[in-house]
């Protein structure tokens, strides 16, 4: 079977640049047509410059990357440096990128490339906000039915919130674009932190990444290093929770996912649970489904696959 054409939207972020570098060593599987950055976890600035420098720790500077949204629809940006440090990809010492940021904005690289394509052949993979997909549906309506999938991280129904005790982070940060996109009628694979934090890099897993003896394979392990302090301090969890690469594997081993076909609304207007993911786990509404809500996770079929990947890097 062809690789599946996939752009990445992502505001790298320690597990955003693992998700990345999966996707770059699964050519077999994902032929990134392109990454997109949205500010996030950190700004725009660092987030364009972070996706640059993990194509080039990967060897891959043929993949262009493009800026995006520096803010969301309607709000303040909410950053996370407090997970993924000051940069976003704290941890190991990576050379400043000598790849540029393309010229043409993020928003337009994705209706460009949706346009040019046949309807149902471009997957687009959203690992931070959903401020850039949410600005093409509004510029380019057409495109929406073209779109084959959408499969995001973002959202939590029994683990609740990480930034909010009601939101996970990559909702809350912008919750109308969020809105727009559960709207849109797109086929959606949602990876909430119900899932995400099952799939916890411990310390034979990062052992595992360290014994590569790479560099991506060291930078992959001293990234976990960083970001594991923020999990293990919060929440007692065993290692860092590698949220975003949660997507990259579904697109190449659906079958280590389980899930349900639900409901899913976003809260937009109370303060207080601002960006829920209101899930219908237990379809006790009429409300039609709208997304793949994933629960579970083979962990350690996971971990053998991103392990092999990384390895070919
Ligand atoms: C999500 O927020 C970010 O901090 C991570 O990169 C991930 O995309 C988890 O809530
Ligand atoms: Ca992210």
Not at 93 to 101: H, W, Y
Not at 158 to 176: H, K, L, M
Not at 205 to 223: H, K, Q, S, Y
Request: hydrophobic share 45%; with cysteine.
């Amino acid at each position: 079977m062809a690789p599946r054409k996939i752009i990445i939207d992502t505001d790298p972020g320690q597990d955003d640049a693992v998700a990345i570098l999966l996707a770059l060593g699964s050519p077999e599987d994902v032929e990134v047509l392109g990454i997109t950055a949205v500010a996030g976890n950190v700004p725009l600035d660092l987030t364009a410059k972070n996706a640059c420098i993990i194509c080039e720790l990967a060897g891959k500077t043929d993949i262009p990357v493009f800026a995006g949204c520096d803010r969301p629809l309607g709000r303040d940006l909410v950053t996370a440096e407090h997970v993924h440090g000051k940069t976003g990809l704290d941890g190991p010492s990576l050379p400043a990128p000598v790849m540029a940021v393309q010229e043409q904005h993020a928003v337009d690289f994705l209706i460009d490339t949706v346009r040019a394509h046949d309807a149902g052949t471009v997957t687009v993979c959203p690992l931070g906000p959903l401020t850039n997909i949410a600005t093409a549906f509004q510029h380019a309506p057409d495109i929406v039915e073209k779109v084959q999938q959408i499969v995001l991280m973002g959202g939590a129904y029994f683990e609740v919130g990480n930034i909010t005790p009601a939101a996970e982070f990559n909702i809350y940060v912008d919750p109308e674009a969020a809105d727009i996109v559960f709207k849109s009628g797109v086929d959606i694979v949602v990876m909430p932190l119900d899932v995400t934090h099952k799939a916890l890099v411990t310390q034979p897993r990062n052992d595992a990444f360290r014994a590569l003896g790479t560099p991506v394979g060291i930078a992959v392990a001293e990234m976990t290093d960083f970001f594991e302090r923020f999990d293990k301090e919060k929440y007692g969890s065993a290692g860092a929770p590698l949220h975003d690469p949660c997507v990259t594997a579904y697109l190449i081993r659906p079958d280590l996912f389980t899930g349900r076909h639900i409901n899913v609304e976003i809260e937009t207007s109370s303060d207080l649970t601002m960006g829920m993911t209101v899930a219908d786990w237990w379809r006790v509404t009429d409300r039609s489904a709208n997304a793949m809500f994933i629960g579970d996770i083979d962990a350690d079929g996971f971990f053998d696959l991103l392990t092999e990947r990384l390895a070919r890097l």
